[in-house]
């Protein structure tokens, strides 16, 4: 059998997800096979010892395929169960989330949540000089903090109406502060307070994007912006000591007295590091296979998985490469020559081993820079571990939902799913 199959290109396109179906009566799934004979079958589908039975029975139809007649086949998607939708206007704030006038404000601001999504109202007239005005959505963080937003709207009642996302060191309105912000009219911009009192420094941030992010690491703040949320630009690194506990949350400003501001953000999350919600890291093996997961830690043995998602560990001896964000074409070269290293987000490749990977950071031991560590969230484009290996042509590959692509040497079916044979 191995000896027909051995030139034959095969690809399961397994549309649901999984790799293992159990008996047909309760689980098979509809789908299609593709023989190399040229037929395409359709029906339910379920696999017995090396063949693949097709059932159709509003048609009365039944077909059974060999192993070795198989060129590929596919599932199709589950109709996901309708999502209800609230009818209220607007629900309560999520937990512990809260808002605050911050300086005087001619009539009080208003936030509405609904469906993930927050719609704020301002009269603040200015987050600039010794004192602010604008309305504050906010929670307490303390130590390391990142704030995402994405900004769906600005209403352009001021070109300078604003809203963003902020670190503050008080609700007093001549706090310290850094706010990241979005205007109706005039792009992007970036505010900080380095004193109480003080005068407030405010920039014009040219790059583009509707999401912005704040990272809050030691005494720096680094603020971001991103298209797609997948690659970030850093628009820039401000020297701001806080004290341990702050505030991070959304402000709106009117831009002038009398003009009611409303901005409308989405996808709001804060913690210690955030993941890459748009982009899912990928493991490639030194064989030419992609596994798709959220890494927890990574030691000299395992490439251990976020517990939450149920995947087996990758031996790390096997790993090639790890992407953390999509590799820039004209940065190819840098992680596809195998020296071991960390590709960074400013471009720069820094040779060294790999130590692992704990708590969101990479260590790497450099020779010229010795240990060397970096948020595998924002910081790292990619690492490599080693060079792809020179294995024999795969005549077959396996496409799970997650996005993992397994290339094999040899496939066997049964009735409790599908084994492949990977070449190292």
Not at 191 to 218: F, Q, Y
Not at 300 to 311: G, I, L, Q
Not at 365 to 381: A, C, T
Request: hydrophobic share 40%.
């Amino acid at each position: 059998m191995a000896q027909l199959l051995q030139n034959t290109t095969f690809t399961f396109l397994l549309a649901l997800g999984i790799l293992f179906l159990a008996a047909f009566d309760s689980s098979a799934r509809r789908g299609y096979v593709r023989t190399r004979d040229g037929r395409v079958l359709e029906g339910h589908l379920r696999f017995e010892s090396n063949l693949v039975i097709i059932v159709d029975a509003a048609k009365e139809f039944r077909a059974e395929v060999t192993l070795t007649n198989l060129a590929g086949m596919g599932f199709d998607p589950e109709t996901p169960s309708p999502t209800k939708v609230s009818t209220e206007s607007s629900l309560p704030l999520p937990l512990p989330w809260r808002v605050e006038d911050v300086g005087s404000m001619r009539e009080a601001g208003e936030v509405q949540f609904r469906d993930g999504v927050f719609r704020t109202r301002s009269t603040g007239t200015n987050v600039l000089g010794d004192g602010d005005s604008f309305h504050f959505l906010h929670k307490p963080v303390s130590g390391e903090s990142e704030l995402v937003a994405r900004i769906l709207r600005v209403q352009c009642v001021d070109p300078w109406a604003r809203a963003g996302v902020m670190f503050r060191a008080g609700l007093g309105a001549e706090a310290r502060h850094v706010f990241l912000a979005i205007t109706a009219a005039r792009g992007g911009s970036i505010a900080s307070r380095e004193h109480r009192g003080g005068e407030t420094t405010i920039a014009v941030d040219g790059s583009r994007g509707s999401w912005i992010k704040l990272k809050r690491d030691g005494g720096v703040i680094t603020a971001f912006r991103s298209v797609d949320a997948r690659r970030w630009h850093v628009v820039d690194k401000i020297s701001m000591p806080f004290d341990e506990e702050i505030s991070a949350g959304l402000a709106v400003v009117g831009g002038r007295d009398g003009a009611v501001a409303e901005a409308t953000f989405d996808n709001v999350e804060e913690g210690p590091s955030l993941r890459n919600r748009s982009y899912v890291p990928e493991i490639e093996l030194k064989s030419g296979s992609v596994q798709m997961g959220y890494i927890e830690r990574l030691d000299d043995t395992s490439v251990h998985f976020d517990p939450a998602e149920r995947r087996v560990p990758a031996s790390t001896p096997n790993v090639a490469l790890i992407r953390f964000q999509p590799v820039p074409g004209r940065l190819g070269p840098l992680v596809g020559a195998g020296r071991q290293g960390v590709l960074l987000a400013t471009g720069e490749f820094v040779e060294g081993e790999c130590g692992g990977i704990a708590g969101h950071r990479v260590v790497i031991n450099s020779v010229p820079l010795g240990l060397k560590r970096y948020d595998v969230n924002n910081e790292v484009i990619a690492i490599v571990l080693g060079k792809r290996a020179m294995v024999p042509a795969r005549a077959f590959e396996v496409r799970t939902i997650d996005g993992s692509t397994w290339l094999g040497s040899g496939i066997s079916l049964d009735r409790d799913g599908l084994l492949l044979r990977e070449p190292i």
